[in-house]
């Protein structure tokens, strides 16, 4: 009876743990969403003023573009999301739309490595 015991609570343990991954990984790309965001905007502001070619506008695009200059996501999200699939965690998603999603970040994550390496 002890040892069904240790396993419920090693399984509602391990469950907790994913859980947090989950929370912790949804604040972070909602970050990173903000970032894209700020990012795709400050782009378009760029291409509007390069378009008129207003020289009235050339020093805000010259803030503006020093600011395009980050990565899609911050390396936080990207060592959560690596921890999380490097502790076999991935595997244990239950949900097939989920797990499916994690699955194709996954694969996302390990091209965009090998294109930068």
């Not at 894209?36 to 378009?51: A, H, Q, V």
């Not at 999200?77 to 999380?84: K, Q, T």
Request: with cysteine; aromatic share 10%.
């Amino acid at each position: 009876m002890r040892y069904k015991s240790a396993i419920e609570t090693y399984c509602v343990l391990k469950k907790s743990t994913i859980n947090a991954y989950y929370a912790t990984l949804a604040d972070t790309l909602e970050d990173d969403i903000k970032v894209l965001r700020e990012t795709s905007d400050n782009l378009m502001r760029c291409l509007e003023i390069l378009n008129t070619e207003n020289e009235a506008d050339i020093e805000e695009l010259k803030a503006k573009i020093g600011a395009l200059n980050i990565p899609f996501a911050n390396a936080h999200s990207m060592e959560l999301f690596d921890e999380f699939v490097n502790k076999g965690y991935l595997s244990e998603i239950e949900e097939p739309e989920l797990k499916s999603q994690f699955e194709r970040v996954k694969n996302g994550w390990i091209k965009a490595r090998n294109w930068i390496d």
